[in-house]
């Protein structure tokens, strides 16, 4: 019998004011007990609302892992390693992918349906990078080295056309350069389609190879054109 329970039933055999006891009966003497215990000073240091639903909780994992260790090859040790396993897994692909917000994509065009010429999205791109909003920066800098090769006539300007699709054109006359077009091609799709985030290094890169780009002289011999000698 608990100690609350004694003290209730030491109360009913000698009443309140220690007179002598008093047989009554099984449900007079529950109804009884029922209003003692409804007393708060009995219940003073019960754990509050939060704390028996969070024992729940954590008797339910416990009896939820006592299940999975017992059917788990190798026991408690075994579900320990499998779940390491699999954290470093997701961990892995989280590294790889990145964040899972939309399925990565090459078929995104360059540009939007508003013309700008390079000084412009190499304006807009530098003010998205002094504010450090990089997607952006990455963005418009790639527009702006797909313009300038257009103005400079060694893109045709075509609507549609894809940043992979600038970047293997633009090898051709630019091979020195084919490498890093690539790159920054995969850092514009990334951003735009992939669900990345681009950082400083990455605007950094797009900006040196624009103005790479700029002091190069373009191969323009009859080979890299596919015409034949």
């Known amino acids: 019998m608990s100690e609350a329970g ?8 000698n009443g309140a004011s220690g007179t002598p006891p008093v047989d009554i009966g099984r ?12 007393d708060p000073a009995y219940h003073q240091n019960d754990p509050s609302l939060l704390q028996r639903g969070l024992n729940k909780f954590w008797d339910w ?16 040790l075994g579900l320990v390693v499998i779940v390491v396993a699999v954290i470093a897994l997701i961990a892995a692909l989280w590294w790889r992918l990145g964040t899972p917000q939309r399925a990565a994509t090459s078929g995104g065009t360059v540009f939007d349906d508003r013309p700008r010429s390079a000084g412009e999205h190499r304006t807009a791109a530098a003010a998205h990078a002094a504010a450090r909003r990089w997607n952006e920066a990455v963005q418009e800098q790639m527009r702006a080295i ?18 992979d ?3 293997a054109e633009a090898g051709r006359p630019l091979p020195s350069h084919a490498n890093r077009l690539h790159a920054a091609a995969r850092a514009f799709d990334d951003v735009t389609y992939g669900g990345r985030t681009a950082d ?3 605007y950094i890169r797009l900006r040196d190879l624009d ?7 373009p191969a323009l011999s009859d080979a ?5 000698p």
Request: proline share 8%; charged share 30%.
């Open 61 to 76: 994992v416990g009896s939820l892992f006592d299940s999975a260790s017992v059917a788990t090859p190798g026991g408690p």
């Open 224 to 228: 890299i054109h596919g015409v034949a």
């Open 27 to 38: 449900e007079p003497a529950r109804e009884a007990a029922r209003r003692e215990l409804s």
């Open 200 to 202: 400083e290094p990455t």
């Open 6 to 13: 004694g003290f209730i039933t030491a109360r009913l055999l």
């Open 211 to 217: 103005r790479d780009l700029e002091r190069t002289k």
């Open 165 to 167: 699709e600038a970047a």
């Open 146 to 163: 797909v313009r300038s090769l257009e103005e400079r006539a060694l893109l045709d300007p075509r609507p549609g056309r894809t940043a």
